[in-house]
T-cell receptor
Framework: SQQGEEDPQALSIQEGENATMNCSYK?????LQWYRQNSGRGLVHLIL?????REKHSGRLRVTLDTSKKSSSLLITASRAADTASYFC???????????FGKGNQVVVIP | KAGVTQTPRYLIKTRGQQVTLSCSPI?????VSWYQQTPGQGLQFLFE???????NKGNFPGRFSGRQFSNSRSEMNVSTLELGDSALYLC????????????FGPGTRLTVT
């Protein structure tokens, strides 16, 4: 099964700066989803982008998807201390709710 | 709407014992998936249920099993616990199959001693 892989794995930024994370995957997908996790708690769904979409926005989040390069990026603009968390991308190959997760990006936003 | 709930939140078991974890999905959601999260292996898919049927299963031994009830609530069971089963077990619910968001519960932290 495919695995998403985020890059970079750890990011430390100042409050107000933008944070960008990348994710690559190996096979074709139905959709790709981004999640946030705080300190080993449950995952919070951020955004879902379908294979026929190229860009999606939600508040301060912007996600792009390039199916030709099998990659996605998550941009968080004007970061806040509360954005400190681990961010995961997950791919759903067949739209059957079976998600393959990447290893995650640890983002630390310094106040 | 209430979110996904999981019980218990924390559990300590001894090797060889068995454990049952419970998940209540968001009202109206019919698909429930289970994931295991460990520091070494990350997040791994266990299985997915829809309308009381297991539709997908991950690469886990037969000691891991689950079921879904008619009200969409789900349980997973791990028999003959091993130290390596210590993990955060996450349940996710989704409205239906297809391109739908999955909403996760807070997880059950299982420690096997």
């Amino acid at each position: 099964s495919q695995q998403g892989e985020e890059d970079p794995q750890a990011l430390s930024i100042q409050e107000g700066e933008n944070a960008t994370m990348n994710c690559s995957y190996k096979t074709s997908i139905n959709n790709l989803q981004w999640y946030r996790q705080n300190s080993g708690r449950g995952l919070v769904h951020l955004i879902l982008i379908r294979s026929n979409e190229r860009e999606k926005h939600s508040g301060r989040l912007r996600v792009t998807l390039d199916t030709s390069k099998k990659s996605s990026s998550l941009l968080i603009t004007a970061s806040r201390a509360a954005d400190t968390a681990s961010y995961f991308c997950a791919t759903d190959a067949n739209g059957n709710n079976r998600l393959a997760f990447g290893k995650g990006n640890q983002v630390v936003v310094i106040p | 709407k209430a979110g996904v709930t999981q019980t218990p939140r924390y559990l300590i078991k001894t090797r060889g014992q068995q454990v049952t974890l419970s998940c209540s999905p968001i009202s109206g959601h019919r698909s429930v998936s289970w994931y295991q999260q460990t520091p070494g292996q990350g997040l791994q898919f266990l299985f997915e249920y829809f309308s009381e049927t297991q539709r997908n299963k991950g690469n886990f031994p037969g000691r891991f099993s689950g079921r879904q009830f008619s009200n969409s609530r789900s349980e997973m069971n791990v028999s003959t616990l091993e130290l390596g089963d210590s993990a955060l077990y996450l349940c996710a619910s989704s409205l239906d199959v297809g391109s739908y968001e999955q909403y996760f519960g807070p997880g059950t932290r299982l420690t096997v001693t």
